[in-house]
Nanobody, 123 residues
């Protein structure tokens, strides 16, 4: 029923920036928290950032101060601005939607997921 689509991944040099986007098909993000997770090769999926429907945010310590999550005013898209990228940021990045309005880092509260977009940071 719900489909999320990420875009904006690619190859970037260390210290560079990328902007990821996430859009939903046939529904809005209104009243639900949205989050970004990532999974590096051979590793578990980990939390990156989340935004609640009122705009409150939370970030993983590893990206705090470098990444910014945001949403558009209509609730039609969610973004992840990634600055000062490091090789350890290399991963597949996933957009996820929760059925709670509060920004949360708990993956079990996210009920639908995008297909992922690859981010590769070269040293």
């Amino acid at each position: 029923q719900v489909q999320l689509q990420e875009a904006g991944g690619g190859l970037v040099q260390a210290g560079g920036s990328l902007r990821l986007s996430c859009t939903a098909s046939r529904r809005t993000f209104s009243n639900n928290a949205m989050g970004w997770f990532r999974q590096a090769a051979g590793q578990d999926r980990e939390f990156v950032a989340a935004i609640g429907w009122k705009g409150g945010t939370t970030y993983a310590d590893s990206v705090n101060g470098r990444f910014t999550i945001s949403r558009d005013s209509a609730g039609s898209a969610v973004y992840l601005q990634m600055n000062s990228l490091k090789p350890e940021d290399t991963a597949v990045y996933y957009c996820a939607g929760a059925r709670t309005p509060v920004a949360t880092s708990q993956a079990e509260l996210y009920h639908y997921w995008g297909q992922g977009t690859q981010v590769t940071v070269s040293s």
